[in-house]
């Protein structure tokens, strides 16, 4: 059974930092593809931040609001992702969410977190 747990999530003043962390078990998160999203109130969830699998070379690539002020990364010993937001913004006031997508045998499968809230208020 494969679970993402994640944690890390809080409250922060403008300009602060949060390092959100995704615990992976079931699954190996060198071996898929993971990401990041996050999701305010009466809007869709929108992508972060992903991170390719060691197949794909752990490319990683970002949306433009992230672009300089967060980091993808992920622990292969930990089996864990992470992610180090930097110079936050009130803008980023989220649930964020990971995401790990399998290909095995041309399925693809889709696993959630339950997400953590990220408050970014002065």
């Known amino acids: 059974q494969v679970q993402l747990v994640e944690s890390g999530g809080g409250l922060v003043q403008p300009g602060g930092s949060l390092r959100l962390s995704c615990a992976a078990s079931?699954?190996?998160?060198?071996?898929?593809?993971m990401s990041w999203f996050r999701q305010t109130p009466g809007k869709g969830r929108e992508l972060v931040a992903g991170i390719a699998s060691n197949r794909g070379h752990g490319l990683t690539n970002y949306e433009g609001f992230a672009k300089g002020r967060f980091t993808i990364s992920r622990d292969d010993d930990q089996n864990t992702m992470y992610l180090q937001m930097n110079n936050l913004k009130l803008e980023d006031t989220a649930v964020y969410y990971c995401k790990a997508v399998s290909v095995i045998n041309y399925q693809t499968s889709e696993y959630w977190g339950q997400g953590t809230q990220v408050t970014v208020s002065s």
């Open positions: 079931g699954i190996s998160v060198s071996s898929v593809g």
